[in-house]
């Protein structure tokens, strides 16, 4: 995956997330300036559509995407806001270089973007579940772990089953 010299994807977007991103991306703090720059040239060269016309495939806020990096390593995040972002879970915030890169792009579509040391990394999309779609988790070694939401909330119901009813209005 070579970014030299390589034209940008075309990526699609919202009105909605367009008008909020543009609203957050200028009015960002002196700290993440080159990150909004960034995101500011993504939105300007990004085809535009009615909120609902977002193809599911296409990274939108809130899309969970699996990418795998230029060295091979695959990653699975959440796209969020910046005061939603949490590393731990995964949620990665769009003002930071990954996620500016990410908005709007489909599977089998790859981006050079700025990390943060400056230095020029690659990344390609490999899926995309729209927001509210969870993509199943990957395992340390790579492999998706399959998970029966079905069996799970289940067990949970069960579970709450056995801690006696709550409270009740008397």
């Given at each position: ?67 795998k990096t ?30 500016a890169a ?30 509210g779609e ?37």
């Open positions: 995956m070579s970014g030299k010299n390589r034209k940008k994807p075309n990526i699609v977007i919202s009105q909605l997330d367009h008008d909020r991103l543009m609203g957050l991306a200028e009015d960002a703090p002196e700290r993440v300036a080159a990150v909004a720059d960034e995101l500011i040239v993504e939105l300007e060269r990004a085809k535009i559509v009615a909120v609902g016309k977002v193809p599911a495939h296409v990274i939108q806020m809130g899309s969970s995407v699996e990418f230029q060295d091979g390593q695959q990653r699975r995040v959440t796209l969020v806001y910046p005061g939603e972002a949490d590393i731990a879970e995964g949620k990665i915030s769009i003002m930071t270089p990954i996620g990410l908005i709007g792009l489909a599977p089998g579509q790859s981006i050079a973007f700025a990390a943060r040391d400056g230095k020029m990394q690659e990344l390609s999309v490999v899926q995309v579940s729209k927001p969870a993509l199943p988790p990957v395992e340390a070694d790579g492999n998706v772990e399959v998970v029966d939401f079905a069996a799970r909330k289940q067990a949970s119901d069960a579970a709450s089953d056995d801690e006696g009813p709550g409270p009740s209005a008397a």
